[in-house]
């Protein structure tokens, strides 16, 4: 690297460890925005030379990087963004904090992907979905969808592993016309329950028709494309058609199809599928989701859910126990709320519910409005007194998840 990288680099390491060390944060922000300031160009100069992945989309990123992480992992040393650090002061700190690693496996925010892929020049991107996300700031989801769009279109020799499920991903890699070059696309299906952002058709504004698991525009040939990889039962199909069981520590549904999106990622690596299921059962939380806390006779659960698709995969998730609500709505949650009535509360039906966070009055409505029963609580620990022995599963947005997070660890 140039001189001023190396330095940029040295900098950003020394910057990240000191906010560890004051014990306010893990750095994977602070060191990158230094580390930029000095040589802007330092994430380009950081990833040159390394095989890397970028995995985006509205729901799952942190997973199945983490789980990608380890598929990837078979082959040696792998630069990761661990902690979920998802723009490019993260990237930026998780790769000089890595070293000369061959590969990488960063999770990006959707927002940032072009930017990202023209610093990185990755060798393979995984779309995952497009849903509404931060009402009040963020891109309408056709908005982010066309974003996309544009994006790949400049780089048409990079692979893509995209889930075919999502009628905006599919359009997002689909060329805007016969004159472009079709992109490198391997495709997955691991479900989506999740249809309330996608029954109009991006390209010609038609409705999308659904029957199991197909889907297709009534009114040109967008439709859903034969996937490579899929979820079957409780194992992934691979393209050769052999099937692999997944083993996970992770919850849900769900997670069995982020572990299909890492299997599918890592074979653009040369990664066998019978190579790296065994290290997909090693990943057990994920920057403190689905982790698991012991107190006064109390088995904690936390999951995160911070827009509709999400809470409607937690409460696929959760059990059948005690279930603590929590709402906020500072800067990283967006501050509009109107996202609530878009969730069905219903599954929460005969359990005990607590509902607690800033906004946890805007819950409350929804709750009644759902005829779910609830009992407010003012602190985190006021619900764990209030529950009986045995699990408690907590249902959090991003804040409001640490704030638990981090009131669990001072009792600690």
């Known amino acids: 690297m140039p001189l001023r990288a190396k330095v940029a680099t040295s900098v950003s390491r020394t910057a990240a460890a000191l906010s560890r060390a004051a014990g306010r944060g893990d750095g994977s922000v602070i060191g990158g925005w230094i580390g930029l300031k000095i040589d802007p160009d330092l994430l380009a100069h950081l990833a040159n030379g390394r095989a890397i992945a970028l995995v985006s989309g509205t ?83 056709a908005m982010m969808a066309q974003l996309w769009r544009s994006t790949l279109v400049q780089h048409p020799d990079i ?10 991903v599919v359009w997002a890699v689909t060329p805007p016309s016969a004159r472009e070059r079709p992109p490198l696309v391997t495709w997955f299906s691991a ?14 504004g038609s409705s999308i028709e659904r029957s199991g698991e197909q889907w297709w525009c009534v009114g040109c040939p967008l439709r859903r494309p034969q996937p490579h990889w899929l979820v079957e039962d409780d194992g992934v199909l691979d393209p050769t058609g052999a099937w692999h069981k997944i083993s996970l520590q992770l919850p849900g549904r769900v997670n069995l199809g982020n572990a299909a999106t890492a299997l599918a990622v890592a074979a653009q690596f040369g990664v066998r599928p019978v190579d790296a299921v065994s290290r997909l059962g090693s990943v057990t939380s994920v920057a403190g989701r689905y982790a698991q806390v012991v107190r006064d006779g109390r088995n904690i659960r936390l999951l995160l859910a911070k827009n509709p698709a999400s809470w409607l995969e937690a409460f696929d998730m959760a059990d059948d126990a005690p279930t603590l609500l929590s709402i906020n709505a500072r800067d990283p949650d967006g501050a509009d709320t109107s996202w609530l009535y878009d969730v069905d509360f219903a599954p929460l039906r005969g359990r005990q519910v607590l509902i607690t966070g800033d906004r946890a009055y805007d819950l409350a409505v929804r709750l009644e409005i759902n005829q779910v029963p609830f009992q407010h609580v003012r602190r985190f620990l006021d619900a764990v007194t209030a529950v009986p022995p045995g699990r408690l599963e907590v249902i959090a947005n991003y804040t409001a998840f640490q704030d638990i997070r981090a009131e669990l660890d001072r009792v600690n």
């Open 159 to 168: 692979r893509i592993v995209a889930n075919a499920d999502d009628p905006m």
């Open 191 to 204: 479900g989506q329950r999740w249809h309330d952002d996608s029954w109009v058709c991006p390209e010609c």
């Open 59 to 141: 729901n799952g990123k942190t997973t199945t990087t983490r789980l990608t992480t380890a598929a990837v992992g078979v082959l040696g040393p792998v630069a990761t963004n661990s902690f979920g650090a998802n723009m490019p002061t993260g990237h930026t700190s998780a790769l000089a904090k890595a070293g000369d690693t061959p590969y990488a496996v960063l999770e990006v925010d959707e927002h940032y992907l072009p930017q990202v892929i023209d610093a990185t020049n990755p060798r393979v991107v995984a779309l995952l979905n497009l849903s509404r996300d931060q009402l009040d700031r963020a891109k309408e989801v």
